[in-house]
């Protein structure tokens, strides 16, 4: 059993930043795959960023290229999410997300993982 906690969401004007982060109980965690997701209200649950067990491979969304960077450190069993330039449209509920199942590694894909976190809320004023 995995359970997954994320915090550090808020309110923040466009423009700003944010850093979500997600610890994660287990004592294998540097072998899960991680991912942030994030739905908006009306609309499907996204994914946002992924990063495998080896902070080698990321995969990122192209809504959040270029802003937003995944990091893990697994000494903390923890994965973040730094988030940078942000806009209006990123206001979401944002969701960890960890693969223990291990398997061919497909990040971006909402099946891929088995453990869900509760969410936290991210709101980006105008």
């Known amino acids: 059993q995995v359970q997954l906690e994320e915090s550090g969401g808020g309110l923040v004007q466009a423009g700003g930043s944010l850093r979500l982060s997600c610890a994660a109980s287990?004592?294998?965690?540097?072998?899960?795959?991680m991912g942030w997701f994030r739905q908006a209200p009306g609309k499907e649950r996204e994914v946002v960023a992924g990063?495998?067990?080896?902070?080698?491979?990321?995969y990122y969304a192209d809504s959040v290229k270029g802003r937003f960077t995944i990091s893990r450190d697994n000494a903390k069993n923890t994965v973040y999410l730094q988030m940078s330039s942000l806009k209006p449209e990123d206001t979401a509920v944002y969701y960890c997300?960890?693969?223990?199942?291990?398997?061919?590694?497909?990040?971006?894909?909402?099946?891929?993982?088995?453990?869900w976190g509760q969410g936290t809320q991210v709101t980006v004023s105008s």
């Open positions: 997300a960890a693969n223990s199942r291990g398997g061919y590694m497909v990040l971006e894909r909402l099946a891929y993982y088995d453990y």
């Open positions: 287990g004592r294998t965690f540097s072998s899960y795959a």
């Open positions: 990063i495998g067990w080896s902070t080698g491979r990321t």
